[in-house]
């Protein structure tokens, strides 16, 4: 089975600030990787997929990149309201899916 | 407009099965792609994707919990049932169903959820 992680596991950054998550997989997963968004007491949203591409409607200010077992997720000029808990998403060919652990984001 | 929406017991004693059904509406399990996934989240804790069936009948598990699921379709209902056998304390969590499609295979439409607790 495929393994996931997160870096960091919790960040506490300043509006306007940019942050960074890496996600890891133990194997190959050429760029199959999503990203999601979840608020206290809501239902995760899809940001990225497959990697890089940005889900229609997603604000600019949320990218990804990376390809094989690393992946990068990244929030230019961090809002106020990107507070919450980000996690990436793998999938295989079979397919079936793997969550990472999470990273929570914290606005000072 | 693609909803979808949860719904089975609230409390379930440890060793029993566990039965939930998702009725979903803005899409048909009879179009080619689609498909309804099944994640949960324990309080507090990380999202956990449990199952997935597709318009074909493709069925997928977790492999860690395989031997305890089953996903089924009644694709006139537009409902999709999951059972889990022998729970136990440590499934006790928000389960969720999500739409996906085997062309973009993400999780783009949530169901909000139903709260299993699972204790004597």
């Known amino acids: 089975d495929i393994q996931i992680s997160q870096s960091p596991s919790s960040l506490s950054a300043s509006v306007g600030d940019r942050v960074s998550i890496t996600c890891r997989t133990s194997?190959?997963?050429?760029?199959?990787v999503n990203w999601y968004q979840q608020k206290p007491g809501k239902v995760p949203k899809l940001l990225i997929y497959d990697a890089s591409n940005l889900e229609t409607g997603v604000p600019s200010r949320f990218s990804g990149s990376g390809s094989g077992t690393e992946f990068t997720f990244i929030i230019t000029n961090l809002q106020a309201e990107d507070g919450g808990i980000y996690y990436c998403?793998?999938?295989?060919?079979?397919?079936?899916?793997?969550f990472g652990p999470g990273t929570k984001v914290e606005i000072k | 407009q693609i909803t979808l929406r949860e719904s089975g017991p609230t409390l379930v004693k440890p060793t029993q099965t566990l039965t939930l059904t998702c009725t979903f509406s803005g899409f048909s399990l009879s179009t080619y792609g689609e498909g309804v996934a099944w994640i949960r989240q324990p309080p507090g804790k990380a999202l956990e994707w449990l199952a997935i069936v597709y318009w074909d009948d493709d069925k997928r598990y977790n492999s860690s919990l395989k031997t305890r699921l089953s996903i089924t379709k009644d694709t006139p209902k537009n409902q999709v049932v999951l059972t889990m056998t022998n729970m136990d304390p440590l499934d006790t969590a928000t389960y969720h169903c999500?739409?996906?499609?085997?062309?973009?295979?993400?999780?783009?439409?949530w169901g909000q959820g139903t709260k299993i607790t699972v204790s004597s």
């Open positions: 999500v739409h996906s499609h085997i062309l973009k295979i993400v999780f783009d439409i």
């Open positions: 194997h190959d997963s050429n760029n199959y």
């Open positions: 998403q793998q999938y295989d060919n079979v397919p079936t899916f793997t």
